[in-house]
């Protein structure tokens, strides 16, 4: 699936937004492209890594699934979801993402 010209320079923007460390502000673009396209996988890879970098890790885990359940057979979307799952438990404590990772990484072999 193409990705529309519009999500395509909204997304140059989010990223340059993250380039320059306005994480708040990327966020809100990134959000923006997924309002207009909700199965924009890259946006929701994004939205993972700047809500860990915001210590908003229940949204990073929303959105590294999210990631992986529009592309299951994407390994790079596996790895990254489960090293999102090890983030969160490192912020929060939370062993309930340990057992997540874990599942991830038994699906992966």
Known sequence: MSISPEILAIEKEA???KN???FTESIAKY???LALDETFVRGH???SVLFHKTEQHAD????GERAYQLEPDDA????ALSVT???AFEGTRDPIYIEKAESVNTNMR
């Open 15 to 17: 990223e340059q937004l």
């Open 20 to 22: 320059d460390e306005k």
């Open 31 to 33: 959000q923006e492209a």
């Open 45 to 47: 890879l994004a939205l």
């Open 60 to 63: 990073s885990v929303k959105h």
């Open 76 to 79: 790079f979307n596996a790895a």
């Open 85 to 87: 799952y090890q983030r």
